[in-house]
């Protein structure tokens, strides 16, 4: 089983910008698409970003196409989430995931793999 253990979460105003980072226990990190899921205080959970191996095919909620950014370092098996321009209701417990195969899909049931998550609150 992976681990995936996230960090970065913080208090911020809107406006702010914060990065988030998921490090993964597995020597097969780099054969997998990884993403990043959010959710909310009594709502469910949703789909906020993913990307392939590579890294070069990325997949964006449009809620925050243009504020976020995934990344991903492969040779430190962490992938990344680059957040700006951050609004209130980007307020969420935040969850990366590593799916079964190397599409970066939005759904959440095909990724096996998910981080205890990280609180990222955003005050106006």
């Known amino acids: 089983q992976v681990q995936l253990v996230e960090s970065g979460g913080g208090s911020v105003q809107a406006g702010d910008s914060l990065s988030l980072s998921c490090v993964a226990s597995?020597?097969?990190?780099?054969?997998?698409?990884m993403g990043w899921f959010r959710q909310a205080p009594g709502k469910e959970r949703e789909f906020v970003a993913a990307?392939?191996?590579?890294?070069?095919?990325?997949s964006y909620a449009d809620s925050v196409k243009g504020r976020f950014t995934i990344v991903r370092d492969n040779a430190k098996k962490t992938v990344f989430l680059q957040m700006k321009s951050l609004r209130p209701e980007d307020t969420a417990i935040y969850y990366c995931?590593?799916?079964?195969?190397?599409?970066?899909?939005?759904?959440?049931?095909?990724?096996?793999?998910w981080g205890q998550g990280t609180q990222v609150t955003v005050s106006s």
């Open positions: 597995t020597s097969t990190f780099d054969r997998y698409a």
């Open positions: 990307l392939s191996p590579n890294g070069g095919t990325t």
């Open positions: 995931a590593q799916h079964a195969s190397v599409w970066p899909t939005q759904r959440g049931d095909e990724y096996d793999s």
